[in-house]
């Protein structure tokens, strides 16, 4: 064999599984066939949170009128150092796969057989491989993407000159983070969302607040919204169908959000006992197994949450799984959106856990209770926590830090501290962090705030 691990797809979660089997000792080849660092660094989490984290400078500037300076967004030096950021990230992970002599191998690499994997007709064989090939974007029969008024996110981002009117389709987390994104940019923005509510499985005051605060901005949100395109020939035109009405909606640009599948076309599952599900994601165990033993999966290609925050832990599992060490994907992943307000989420909301039978109580923490959330000069917004028994099952956060915040009680739950316990814990003040010792003053002896 060339190599002991072979990882296809050099996204983070190939990065973070090449660099642990690495470091564990194993001779590690990663094949990529367009750029290190995948989607997220390239045109995902990285680019779109850049953009973001200057529109809410912005947005902080024009909500404190004693700073009397204005300002505004140059959209073409923002550009500029989001290239410039993407570049660094970049560059440190192929000098990190460098420095821990994981081989990198440029171009699109298919399966020939159990272990032998062919890269621009050269074949290189190894005992282990980890498919990490991540997932791409799907057009969809009534939004179809045609490269030029309906677009992808990451296209739509990457537009030069973005148009006046806009329609985003899916209120989940990419289509709320780039309404704020053309929103702040002064575009006339729309969202259309299938479902009753934003943010789709989200906690349902979570939506609402999240929706509230859109609409403030003057964003205008459809729920409940069956749609489609009927004509894109020069602005695209949709047909919605809403409970009691139907409407036809224009724009001059329409980002499709909704849609995405997991990128296998080169991977010859069936072949090498490789079983996805009915989705197409590859099925994994808790280690990142697939039902060959001999091959592992890692990302957006081994199934939901599609997150780069899950997709970089179940790359280190599965390389330390190579490598010889147990470990396991944990039980609680956050999730964040980086909205105008932030959103930091951990484990299940109330209503799904009441659905599946579970005795739960909740505690909410308005924002304006703490005091950081003055001088931040942002108090709206809660921490919400559901607890069973004496043990965090869920934490849903919207404010300012709420996607900093959320990691802290995810600690909490990974690791089955009790409310109990976590009354002896000290947040230093003033800090948005407070919120968790006050939820949990709340739960246990009475408010203090
Ligand atoms: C607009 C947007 C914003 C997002 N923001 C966030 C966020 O803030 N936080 C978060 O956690 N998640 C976010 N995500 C999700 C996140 O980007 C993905 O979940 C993450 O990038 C998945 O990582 P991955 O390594 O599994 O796959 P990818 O990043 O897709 O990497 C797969 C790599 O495999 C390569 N590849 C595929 N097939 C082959 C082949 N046959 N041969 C060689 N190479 C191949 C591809 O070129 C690609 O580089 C966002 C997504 C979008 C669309």
């Given at each position: 064999?060339d190599?002991?691990?072979?990882?296809?797809?050099?996204?983070?979660?190939g990065?973070?599984?090449?660099?642990?089997?690495?470091?564990?000792?194993?001779?590690?080849?990663?094949?990529?066939?367009?750029?290190?660092?995948?989607?997220?660094?390239?045109?995902?989490?990285?680019?779109s949170?850049?953009?973001i984290?200057?529109?809410?400078?912005?947005?902080?500037?024009?909500?404190?009128?004693?700073?009397?300076?204005?300002?505004?967004?140059?959209y073409?030096?923002?550009n500029?150092?989001?290239?410039?950021?993407?570049s660094?990230i970049?560059?440190?992970?192929?000098?990190?796969?460098?420095s821990?002599?994981?081989?990198?191998?440029?171009g699109?690499?298919?399966?020939?057989?159990?272990?032998?994997?062919?890269?621009?007709?050269?074949?290189?064989?190894?005992?282990?491989?980890?498919?990490?090939?991540?997932?791409v974007?799907?057009?969809?029969?009534?939004?179809?993407?045609?490269?030029?008024?309906?677009?992808?996110?990451?296209?739509?981002m990457?537009?030069?000159?973005?148009?006046?009117?806009?329609i985003i389709v899916?209120?989940?987390?990419a289509?709320?983070?780039l309404?704020?994104?053309?929103?702040?940019?002064?575009?006339?923005?729309?969202?259309?969302?299938?479902?009753?509510q934003?943010?789709?499985?989200?906690?349902?005051?979570?939506?609402?607040?999240?929706?509230?605060?859109?609409?403030?901005?003057?964003?205008?949100?459809?729920?409940?919204?069956?749609?489609?395109?009927?004509?894109?020939?020069?602005?695209?035109?949709?047909?919605?169908?809403?409970p009691?009405?139907?409407?036809?909606?224009?724009?001059?640009?329409?980002?499709v959000?909704?849609?995405?599948?997991?990128?296998?076309?080169?991977?010859?599952?069936?072949?090498?006992?490789?079983?996805?599900?009915q989705?197409?994601?590859?099925?994994?165990?808790?280690?990142?197994?697939?039902?060959?033993?001999?091959?592992?999966?890692?990302?957006?290609?081994?199934?939901?949450?599609l997150?780069?925050?899950?997709?970089?832990?179940?790359?280190i599992?599965?390389?330390?799984?190579?490598?010889?060490?147990?470990?396991?994907?944990?039980?609680?992943?956050?999730?964040?959106?980086?909205?105008?307000?932030?959103?930091?989420?951990v484990?299940?909301?109330?209503?799904?856990l009441?659905?599946?039978?579970?005795?739960?109580?909740?505690v909410?923490?308005?924002?304006?209770d703490?005091?950081?959330a003055?001088?931040?000069?942002e108090i709206?917004?809660?921490?919400?926590?559901v607890?069973?028994?004496?043990?965090?099952?869920?934490?849903?956060?919207?404010?300012?830090?709420?996607?900093?915040?959320?990691?802290t009680?995810?600690?909490a739950?990974?690791?089955g501290?009790?409310?109990?316990?976590?009354?002896?814990?000290?947040?230093?003040?003033?800090?948005?962090?407070?919120?968790?010792?006050?939820?949990?003053?709340?739960?246990?002896?009475?408010e203090?705030?």
């Amino acid at each position: 064999m060339d190599f002991d691990v072979i990882v296809i797809g050099g996204g983070v979660a190939g990065v973070s599984a090449a660099l642990r089997a690495s470091e564990l000792g194993k001779s590690v080849v990663l094949v990529e066939r367009d750029q290190i660092g995948g989607e997220c660094i390239n045109r995902a989490c990285i680019p779109s949170k850049t953009l973001i984290d200057a529109v809410k400078t912005v947005n902080r500037v024009s909500s404190s009128p004693w700073i009397v300076s204005s300002s505004a967004l140059d959209y073409a030096r923002l550009n500029e150092n989001k290239a410039r950021i993407i570049s660094a990230i970049k560059e440190k992970m192929e000098r990190n796969l460098s420095s821990k002599n994981v081989r990198v191998i440029k171009g699109n690499a298919k399966i020939k057989g159990q272990g032998e994997v062919e890269v621009d007709g050269r074949v290189i064989t190894a005992d282990y491989t980890v498919f990490s090939t991540g997932s791409v974007p799907l057009s969809l029969p009534d939004f179809p993407l045609n490269g030029k008024n309906v677009l992808d996110p990451w296209t739509a981002m990457n537009l030069k000159e973005i148009k006046n009117r806009i329609i985003i389709v899916g209120g989940g987390v990419a289509g709320v983070e780039l309404a704020t994104l053309f929103r702040a940019l002064n575009k006339e923005v729309t969202i259309l969302e299938l479902m009753p509510q934003l943010l789709p499985g989200f906690d349902k005051d979570l939506a609402i607040t999240t929706k509230k605060r859109l609409e403030e901005k003057g964003i205008r949100v459809y729920l409940n919204a069956k749609s489609k395109i009927v004509n894109s020939e020069s602005t695209v035109k949709f047909s919605v169908n809403l409970p009691n009405a139907s409407e036809e909606v224009e724009g001059d640009l329409a980002v499709v959000t909704i849609g995405r599948k997991a990128s296998t076309e080169n991977l010859n599952l069936k072949e090498i006992g490789v079983e996805a599900d009915q989705r197409g994601y590859i099925k994994v165990d808790e280690r990142g197994k697939t039902t060959n033993p001999k091959v592992f999966a890692a990302g957006d290609v081994a199934g939901v949450p599609l997150s780069a925050t899950k997709a970089w832990r179940q790359g280190i599992v599965v390389g330390d799984n190579l490598g010889g060490k147990d470990s396991k994907m944990s039980r609680y992943i956050p999730s964040s959106i980086f909205a105008d307000m932030e959103i930091g989420t951990v484990g299940k909301t109330a209503d799904d856990l009441r659905k599946a039978g579970v005795e739960v109580k909740e505690v909410t923490v308005e924002m304006r209770d703490i005091p950081r959330a003055w001088t931040l000069n942002e108090i709206e917004g809660f921490l919400k926590l559901v607890v069973a028994g004496d043990k965090i099952e869920g934490a849903h956060m919207i404010g300012e830090g709420a996607t900093e915040v959320i990691n802290t009680i995810a600690l909490a739950m990974e690791l089955g501290i009790s409310i109990n316990q976590l009354y002896s814990v000290t947040f230093s003040h003033p800090t948005v962090s407070e919120v968790i010792g006050e939820a949990v003053q709340r739960l246990t002896r009475g408010e203090i705030y």
